[in-house]
């Protein structure tokens, strides 16, 4: 059995434990929140987890929110719209971790993320 690393090596969300997505993968997993009806969404952040710096008092965690790229796309219908987006958010922000969120606007809640850019992976 092996033991994960933790140091130097933090994860994000479930998706993060496999091996970097692919540009057709992250097509197909925003294909998929499409069919479900999910709104996509994007944000970016430069440290990508939460941490203390600002403040001590329980509760309190700076990067808790990420910085939306944008509006979420409500009228989105095909992926490669949100694949350009994906590509313009890292043209502008290359050393910046990017995640795509899909919300259920129904249930009013997010369903599903997973990181499309991670500045610490020569990979992605």
């Known amino acids: 059995m092996k033991t994960w690393n933790p140091i130097n090596n933090k994860k994000f969300e479930t998706l993060s434990y496999l091996p ?17 009806g999910w709104i996509p969404c994007l944000e ?15 509760g309190y965690y ?9 509006l979420p796309m409500f009228a989105c219908n095909d992926s490669s719209q949100v694949l350009n987006e994906i590509d313009e958010c890292k ?17 009013q809640g997010q369903c599903m993320a997973f990181l499309v850019q991670n500045p610490s992976s020569t990979s992605t």
């Open 20 to 36: 970097p997505l692919s540009y057709e993968s992250i097509a197909k997993e925003i294909d998929y929140m499409l069919q479900k």
């Open 44 to 58: 970016f952040d430069e440290v990508g987890f939460m941490h203390r710096e600002n403040s001590r008092i329980p």
């Open 62 to 70: 700076d990067g808790r929110y990420w910085t939306l790229w944008k």
């Open 91 to 107: 043209k502008t922000y290359p050393n910046a971790y990017i995640r795509c969120l899909a919300f259920n606007n129904v249930e």
